[in-house]
């Protein structure tokens, strides 16, 4: 079998966007020259990569064999390419990292950190709600994923690396922003402003409400924290929320933080991979980077 790199990254980009015609496009190719490509590609193997059904493209279980393998050899590329650079004292290469929607106010810094040390690296990041995140650590697509709920039934790799504050938040007008030191059941018939079920800080809420005993006076459920806070500043209900994401906010006096007895509560942060998955040199740079913060433990497992 004498199937070529580049033939393979045409079969790839023809995968990734289920039609030869759009895959052609991408590569700057005719159509005639991917679809020579893949007949070449099935004469070698005997058997068909592709298949059409009810007019679009399908990836048959020998092409799936075939694109796994590829894969592989292009993280060994990339590998060799890290390890190459490191004997001349540089850091090259790509790390991928997925992260929750509310790590987005303090994972950017760390991220940045980490690149102001080595510049000639990518960084791939991507911001994804919690069910996103999961599907993603199924699928290894990242070096790391970090979230603050772990997933449950997952064999994972976990460690703790950074500590934030749950409070509860208001707006500086709302009655209660002028009392000191009540309990957080004094305000259980307030108007209460919550994530969607399955994310992490709603999970993280329930778990808190939970353990004091509140039955929390919803008022709206909203998916994403922006507009929780937009809510907030209108006055409409308080919430539960990460104190880093309301900082600037809080600063400008547009949401204060009630002085309940039971808050502020530690809230940690993870990062994930899954159970016994290879690390890059790269990304092992970045995990000993990350062990350097004050907050850090050491990886956890976890069988699921």
């Not at 075939?66 to 540089?90: P, S, V």
């Given at each position: 079998m004498?199937?070529?790199?580049h033939?393979m990254?045409v ?7 289920k039609?030869?015609?759009k895959a052609a496009n991408?590569?700057?190719?005719t159509?005639p020259?991917?679809?020579n490509?893949?007949?070449n590609?099935?004469q070698?193997?005997?058997?068909p990569i592709?298949e059409?059904l009810h ?8 092409g799936?064999?075939?694109?796994h393998?590829y894969e592989?050899i292009e993280k060994?590329?990339?590998e060799a ?9 540089k850091?090259?290469g790509?790390?991928?990292i ?7 106010y ?5 991220l940045?950190?980490f ?7 990518n960084i791939?990041?991507k911001?994804?709600?919690?069910q996103?995140?999961?599907e993603r650590?199924e ?6 994923v970090?979230?603050s709920?772990?997933?449950e039934l997952m064999?994972?790799?976990?460690q703790?690396f ?9 707006s500086?007008?709302?009655?209660m ?6 309990h ?10 919550v994530r ?8 993280a ?11 929390p006076?919803?008022?709206?459920e ?11 500043i209108?006055?409409i ?6 104190h880093?994401?309301i900082d ?6 547009l949401i ?9 509560i ?7 991979k899954?159970k016994?998955?290879?690390l890059s040199?790269l ?12 907050n850090?433990?050491s ?5 699921g």
């Amino acid at each position: 079998m004498h199937i070529t790199l580049h033939q393979m990254r045409v079969f790839h980009q023809v995968a990734k966007v289920k039609s030869v015609t759009k895959a052609a496009n991408k590569l700057h190719m005719t159509q005639p020259a991917v679809s020579n490509i893949i007949r070449n590609i099935e004469q070698q193997i005997d058997t068909p990569i592709i298949e059409i059904l009810h007019k679009k493209l399908h990836i048959t279980a020998a092409g799936e064999i075939l694109l796994h393998a590829y894969e592989e050899i292009e993280k060994q590329l990339e590998e060799a390419k890290t390890k190459i650079n490191l004997t001349q004292g540089k850091m090259v290469g790509t790390i991928r990292i997925a992260s929750v929607t509310t790590a987005k106010y303090f994972i950017p810094r760390l991220l940045g950190s980490f690149k102001s040390l080595y510049p000639e690296i990518n960084i791939e990041l991507k911001i994804k709600n919690r069910q996103e995140i999961i599907e993603r650590l199924e699928e290894n697509l990242d070096d790391f994923v970090i979230m603050s709920q772990l997933p449950e039934l997952m064999a994972i790799d976990y460690q703790d690396f950074y500590e934030d504050e749950l409070v509860v938040a208001a707006s500086p007008v709302h009655p209660m922003a002028r009392h000191k030191k009540f309990h957080l059941k004094l305000i259980a018939n307030e108007p209460w402003l919550v994530r969607e079920i399955g994310s992490g800080t709603r999970m993280a809420m329930e778990s808190i409400l939970q353990k004091y005993k509140v039955k929390p006076n919803i008022q709206m459920e909203i998916d994403n924290n922006e507009s929780i806070k937009q809510a907030i500043i209108g006055n409409i209900g308080i919430s539960i929320l990460s104190h880093q994401s309301i900082d600037i906010e809080q600063k400008a006096g547009l949401i204060t933080v009630l002085d309940v007895i039971e808050f502020p509560i530690k809230h940690k942060w993870f990062l994930v991979k899954s159970k016994g998955k290879h690390l890059s040199t790269l990304a092992k740079g970045f995990y000993d980077f990350v062990r350097k913060h004050p907050n850090l433990g050491s990886f956890r497992s976890s069988t699921g």
